[in-house]
T-cell receptor, first 109, second 114 residues
Framework: SQQGEEDPQALSIQEGENATMNCSYK?????LQWYRQNSGRGLVHLIL?????REKHSGRLRVTLDTSKKSSSLLITASRAADTASYFC?????????FGAGTRLTVKP | NAGVTQTPKFQVLKTGQSMTLQCAQD?????MSWYRQDPGMGLRLIHY???????DQGEVPNGYNVSRSTTEDFPLRLLSAAPSQTSVYFC?????????????FGEGSRLTVL
């Protein structure tokens, strides 16, 4: 069964706007990661946040983690057309990384 | 470094045929894994390995075999292909087993079973 579930399933915004994607999971985790997948390509790692961290930044990305609510969010600021992709959260159950179904982000120029 | 290399990129099989998807990494990573990606399902873990000679089952192992004779290679074998195995398959690796860190993915192998 999927450990993480992203919300919304699809998101369409204009260039320059911010995009927020949410992830909920079911069990305790060691860390939570976010990945990006361009159409027809493999997944690329974006950011990892450990269970004892609450917020992490990387460039235009901001990730939060609330272990009490078993949820995480990914914020992409000042979005660009090149950010169009699917975004997945993944939770680490020790050697067993579980992925959600992803959020499909479309950024219109 | 080439990273994670998967072959073939595309394959069409008939029901009952067998085949092997190849995966190789040149980063000396301990951990390697195979996922399948189906529309609306995200990625599901098939098998993984924490080092040469060690493999274990993931979430959806039935119908697949793996072996890890070297650190670099982690082939996935379909024993008797079924239409339900039509999917995109991804191989991934990570530097350390255990508290798995960042996964490095190959570009995928698209398999169609008729």
């Amino acid at each position: 069964s999927q450990q993480g579930e992203e919300d919304p399933q699809a998101l369409s915004i204009q260039e320059g706007e911010n995009a927020t994607m949410n992830c909920s999971y079911k069990t305790s985790i060691n860390n939570l990661q976010w990945y990006r997948q361009n159409s027809g390509r493999g997944l690329v790692h974006l950011i990892l946040i450990r269970s004892n961290e609450r917020e992490k930044h990387s460039g235009r990305l901001r990730v939060t983690l609330d272990t009490s609510k078993k949820s995480s969010s990914l914020l992409i600021t000042a979005s660009r057309a090149a950010d169009t992709a699917s975004y997945f959260c993944a939770t680490d159950l020790v050697n067993d990384m579980r992925f959600g179904a992803g959020t499909r982000l479309t950024v219109k120029p | 470094n080439a990273g994670v290399t998967q072959t073939p990129k595309f394959q069409v099989l008939k029901t009952g045929q067998s085949m092997t998807l190849q995966c190789a990494q040149d980063m000396n990573h301990e951990y390697m894994s195979w996922y399948r990606q189906d529309p609306g399902m995200g990625l599901r873990l098939i098998h993984y390995s924490v080092g040469a000679g060690i493999t274990d089952q993931g979430e959806v192992p039935n119908g697949y075999n793996v072996s890890r004779s070297t650190t670099e290679d982690f082939p996935l074998r379909l024993l008797s292909a079924a239409p339900s195995q039509t999917s995109v398959y991804f191989c991934a690796s990570s530097p350390l087993a255990g508290n798995t860190g960042e996964l490095f993915f190959g570009e995928g192998s698209r398999l169609t079973v008729l």
